[in-house]
Structures are given as C-alpha cells and as structure tokens.
C-alpha cells in the first residue's frame, strides 16, 4: 500500500520517528523488535528513503506509544530544516554559522566534529591512517545521520564536501546550500589572521595553489542555492542577509 503522506513529507517523518525513538532511549534493534520493522528499513525509514504503509506505521507508532495519526501531526507540524554553508576554508562557514544558528533559534553543527566524533578519531589521524576516500565516505555517513536524527539547524561543512558527487547532491536535496564567497586572498587572510600560519609552512606557492584550487571548486560551489558574497561585509550583515532565506525541507 502507498504512503499514507506526500513523498516530501516522509523526511520530517523519519525524523521525528528517530527522535522519539532517541528520547525513549530505545535502539533501533529494540524498535524493530516492537515494530516487526526489519533493521534495514528502519534505517530507511529514518533517513526519509523509506514509502511506508499504513499498516507498518500503525505498528511503528504502536512501538513508540502514540497513535499513526499523531506521529505523522508531528512530523507534518514541525517540518525539519537546514541550512548549509559551503565554501573554502576561510570562508567564515564556523563564524557565519554559528551567529545565524543564534539568530535564527536554530542547532548549530560542524560537520567535521560529528565525523571526528563517529571515528573516534581526529581529522588528521583519518587522513594519515585511513585516506581520501575513508574520509568522503565517513563525512556521507555523517551527514546522513545528522539529517535523520537532528530537527533542523545551520550546518558548517568541509571546504572539499562538493568533490563527492553523491555527498553533495544529498546536501542540495536534503538542505538549502549557501555558498560562503569571497576572494582567495581574503580566504587567506582570514585563516592567518586566525593565528593559523599553516598554508604557509613549508608552502612558498601556497596562494598559487589556493587561486588554482578556488578556480577549480567554484563551478561546485556555484551549484548552492545561494551565494553570499561576504568580502568587506561583517557577520551581522551577511547574517541579515541570511535570515530571510527559505529553509529546504529536509
């Protein structure tokens, strides 16, 4: 049997079954053996992937204690939403996140510190030890759970999340990505006036290198839905700018 609400609505839905299932303090294998739901589709079903019947969500909110209807009130009520911010490093994604976070009432996130925090390692140790590829793979695995289990926020991603193809496309699905712009040597600036002299250690081309990989991330960057130029403005007028912006339904 079909769903019982719109396609679009099957995210809030999973959402808010991952959240009442985290404030019961039940697994998800306890859920499933209430539910009679297998591991893989709950799973499904809380990453919004999964077109459930009217029958298995009867027994899903039966597990969870409330009514179909209530559970599919909540999550059509409270629709769960994001914002993301992309852009290099430098880009001001922690500071300009955390400051519209504020203003808006909303979580904040770096997506880096959930990826940190699932590994058990830091970014350095999972580069060194693991690659390129674990890493792409662990910061998907990070954004999916943030998606699934978090009622909407502001979220500060990698400056390399848009070499995935697949990571990027489920950001541009699942949230509204506000590409963070500015010109490479205020990228620069910015990290150094940090009190970050890294790109510099042992780099005597590193603004090179930071112009050519600009020039080769900004036909990815240019794919967000918005772009804020943020060159000579302060956060307060680029978070001005961002607050009327339409969260995508995740």
């Not at 990453?47 to 009514?67: P, Q, W, Y």
């Not at 910015?190 to 970050?196: I, L, W």
């Not at 130029?229 to 969260?247: K, P």
Request: glycine share 8%; aromatic share 4%.
């Amino acid at each position: 049997m079909s769903s019982p609400i719109s396609q679009s609505a099957l995210h809030a839905l999973g959402a808010t079954v991952a959240r009442l299932r985290r404030e019961q303090g039940l697994s998800r294998r306890t859920l499933c053996e209430r539910s009679g739901l297998s591991p893989r589709f709950l799973a499904q079903l809380e990453k919004g992937e999964g077109n459930i019947s009217f029958l298995r969500l009867h027994d899903v909110s039966r597990a969870l204690g409330t009514s179909m209807v209530d559970l599919i009130s909540q999550a059509e009520a409270q629709p769960h939403r994001f914002i993301s911010l992309v852009g290099l490093r430098g880009a001001g994604k922690s500071t300009v996140g955390r400051a519209l976070a504020s203003a808006l009432g909303k979580p904040f996130w770096e997506l880096d510190e959930r990826i940190e925090k699932e590994a058990g390692l830091s970014l350095g140790q999972i580069f060194e030890l693991q690659g390129d590829d674990t890493f792409r793979r662990l910061e998907r695995q990070a954004l999916e759970s943030l998606l699934a289990e978090e009622a909407g926020g502001v979220v500060a991603t990698s400056g390399g999340i848009v070499n995935d193809p697949e990571t990027f496309s489920l950001l541009r699905r699942r949230t509204t990505t506000v590409w963070l712009k500015a010109a490479p040597k205020d990228h620069w600036n910015r990290v150094v006036a940090q009190g970050d002299h890294r790109p510099m250690e042992n780099h005597p081309n590193a603004m090179s290198e930071l112009e050519r990989l600009w020039d080769t991330r900004e036909p990815l960057y240019s794919q967000a839905q918005k772009i804020v130029l943020t060159s000579g403005r302060t956060v307060d007028d680029i978070v001005n700018e961002l607050e009327s912006v339409d969260l995508a339904v995740a």
